[in-house]
């Protein structure tokens, strides 16, 4: 109690000492037991510690309820199999019994635990919760209701499988009667508390509740059930979509839904999967169903409190209108024409809280304007809307659309204080000129529209005026028309608008320079086939783009150096692809970018906030080195002078988020330094200290410090072993292997080992090594594991021969050797040649195992492991993996996936390592070496091969063409 009281303390340290003593408990058996015991206390005093008692408990549960994690991954956390049960057993009852915003952090807890043991290891949980559905106290019932829509989330938005299916069987069993029969009571009781608002609040959220609840179990199919008692649900939906209450409406609210609102936004919802799977029993039900949702629509106001209720009603309607199976519903002209009037226009209109937004909340508003967001707003489903009309009725829609269009530039060219019916026409003209869309662009346009002579006539205006003062909201629209259109414009088009594109990044609203970074970033992106070569190739070349850099990288950071503005991502995300295009031609100014990176860095280290923008920062200082030293990598001094101090301060703070991204860039620069250079003394200070074991706790950092360390055996593998450190190597290799989250980058650094350490040196730690690497197999519990595994046989077998890899695996348990290679390697050995290097290393190494191992041509048995394994070695050969390119030719897609453990730096990435570099042609060192072990051998080897060789029509086919490639004969 009094730990947890400390964690409130208005003083930084006592909370950091009372947060190390919770978690130094947490890993002791029983602490999860106590801290529950501190929820349920019922003293009123200490609401704020039981409060935070909640949290922490919910956390425990978060990190370390679930045991099919590695111990690491659970930071340590023991609840013990009997406190499991206890926990289990109490946790719905403490739910129901304690205050409401403890309640919330208890039903997550529960929802949390039912993530990993429901409904498998915790059977009476559903008939629990549905028991005390019938409690008369409706915040129990509601909080049961929110439970239990938690848990049942899992149904939403995955792909179907038996387990999934065997889950939502349970589920719907014990809850598909309960929910019908308590939704029908709860409006008995809604008519009979007419004139109670408080009680009738209650009573809207339970059923909204229930809404979400039918939306899970129907989301994957219609359940029987609920198709048996169609009728009483619909009727039920039908009654509250026309239901009306003025106490429970208030005028004056602008912002915040009703109870009615947010029912009725649900019922949409949940009858919009029923007309999306055009299911039969509900068909009937529709012409009402669609009546009821436009009447709605057409009576909701414009104000925010209506949004949510507006976007499903609009989503509806559009999931019908695109569909040819309910033209009838819509085919008339007056209907299109009354669609755009009343529902399509009204919603794209500027309204008062979309200025206020603008100015007041610019992130919010950027999020619905940009391409592939999942924020949903008024303007974003009109436009689908109209999509989904010119996608079944084109033409007449598309005539509607034009007139409406020229009517609203006459008006704003009458009246320029009309501004906002010319950025509804932009925003009309955005809906109607789409055919097909992806998230590269726009692929078609509709034939009816002249989208560029709009775009003359109207936009470009927009864009050439630098009052930047002047309808800011009206540009806006004007730069996301050119970003959305950008594979329409031609190459000189693009070019002439980039320098008016970049005279808006200095405009002080944060959404008008946003939307050009963003812009800028797009086109910088956007490619086209060239009609000589047909390659792909990008539509703004580096020579087209180098005389714009200055005045680009000027807009770019006058807004990242602006510390009154956030951190912005969509400008720090261009200035990482203006870099990673600009290539060679930034070298000149790389002092000046990275002080300005270097300055960012040291800001956003006081509060590392927003991960996207922190990743595109670290990519930028990547691409910079890049650039750099591909071009001369005797610029890696100067470099390494720049980035030591500012990351030596992310070292010294242990900022969590970014140093996985430093130990990456330091391993890059580390990687193009000259060799004939050394390690320099700030790399051979910086070594000792990235063997501190807490340093490899964190998860995070392991991939970026096993690169960092690879590098440093690459550059001085001999200095470092002679300074007595490969033990330390060794002993970290053992720990990562012992984990399923870091086995893949044990087996990275056991590869860098053995590549740079001479064998003679290693020898001492093979069987040790070896034997690791046997037991971590045997144990079976990692599917990704057997591959990794053979990629570094088949590296050492490649590098030392194939006797010698028989040694070392004999050597742990004898007859290893075969049966590793009939079980795991040679039936896996086409999966592990993923990509050119890999396929090579495979094709290297079983080639001197089979060409130098005699043990292989002992017998009969043994012949025929031998001819399953030619069979691999062929099949590696003749596959197309081992005929592809490692380069691609285009510019990766950076996109980003924060996961608080570990993001990749896709500019900092290596190109891979040929660990056979004198192999030039792995198909004639297959010919040669069994040509070799045919003349050592007469007459042995025909009969094997044809064995190998007859087992696959493939396999047969891919030898005889490297016969006659190589001119192979046996």
Known sequence: RQVLAQTLSPYADARKQAEAQLNQASKQPGHAMEVVRLVASADAADAAVRQSAAVHFKNLIKKGWDESKDEADRHGIVISGEDRITVKKHLVELMCTVPPQIQAQVSESISLIAGVDFPKKWEYLLPELVQKMQSPDLAVVNGCLMTVNAIFKRFRYVQRSDALYADLIFALNHMQQPLLIMFVQTGKQIEASQNDPQKLTQLFESLRLMCRIFFSLNFQDLPEFFEDHMKEWMDEFAKYLQYTNPLLVDADEETDSSPIDKLQAAIIENIKIYADKDEEPFIPFLPDFTKLVWNLLIGLTTYPKHDRLTVSSIKFLSSLVEKKMHNNLFQERSTLEQIVTSIVIPNLMVREADEEKFEDDPQEYILTEIEGSDSESRRKVSRDLLRAMCRQFEVATTEICKQHIADMLAQSARDPSKWAAKDAAIHLMLGTAIRLE????????????????????????????????????????????????????????????????????????????????????????????????????????????????????????????????????????????????????????????????????????????????????????????????????????????????????????????????????????????????????????????????????????????????????????????????????????????????????????????????????????????????????????????PVLAIQYFALFSGLHGGQAIFDCLNGVSPGAAMSLLVQIWSPKAKNAAYSLTSAKTQAVGLTRLLCETPALLADDNVKKIWAQTFASVVGILSSNTFSANDVDADEPEIEIAYDASYSQLSLATKKAHDPFPHVADPMAMFKESLEQLNTAHPGVLSPIVQLGVSSDPKIASGFQSICQRTGLRL
């Open 438 to 785: 992806s998230h590269q662009g726009v692929s078609e346009l509709n034939e009816n529209v002249n989208m560029l002579e709009f775009f003359s006539t109207q936009v470009f205006s927009e864009l050439q005026d630098t009052n930047h003062s002047n309808r800011p909201m009206v540009k806006a629209t004007a730069l996301k028309f050119v970003c959305t259109f950008r594979k329409q414009f031609t190459r000189e088009q693009l070019i002439s608008l980039l320098p008016l594109l970049i005279a808006h990044l200095g405009s002080p609203s944060i959404v008008v320079h946003t939307l050009a970074g963003y812009g800028i970033e797009r086109i910088l992106m956007t490619s086209e086939v060239d009609p000589t070569t047909q390659q792909k190739r990008y539509k703004i070349s580096r020579v087209e783009l180098q005389p714009l850099l200055e005045s680009l990288f000027t807009g770019l950071f006058g807004i990242i150096d602006n510390t009154e503005w956030n951190e912005n991502e969509h400008v720090m995300k261009c200035t990482m692809r203006a870099l990673s295009r600009a290539g060679e031609d930034v070298v000149p100014i790389t002092g000046i970018v990275f002080n300005k990176l270097a300055a960012a860095l040291e800001r956003v280290c006081k509060n590392p906030r927003n991960p996207s923008y922190n990743h595109y920062l670290f990519e930028s200082i990547a691409a910079l080195v890049r650039n750099v030293c591909s071009k001369d990598a005797s610029q890696t001094a100067q470099l390494e002078a720049l980035l030591f101090p500012p990351f030596q301060i992310v070292l010294q703070m242990d900022i969590s988020e970014f140093t996985p991204y430093v130990f990456q860039v330091l391993a890059q620069l580390l990687e193009y330094r000259p060799k004939e250079t050394g390690l320099g003394e700030a790399y051979t200070s910086l070594f000792a200290p990235l063997l501190t074991p807490s340093l490899w706790e964190r998860k995070g950092n392991v991939p970026g410090l096993v690169r960092l360390l690879t590098a440093y055996l690459k550059m001085s593998a001999a200095d470092l072993v002679a300074g007595g450190h490969l033990r330390a190597f060794l002993g970290i290799f053992q720990k990562l292997i012992a984990s399923k989250a870091t086995e893949a980058s044990s087996i990275e650094l056991l590869t860098a080992i053995t590549i740079y350490v001479p064998i003679d040196q290693l020898r001492e730690y093979l069987n040790t090594i070896f034997r690791l690497i046997l037991t971590k197999l045997a144990q079976g519990k990692s599917n990704k594991f």
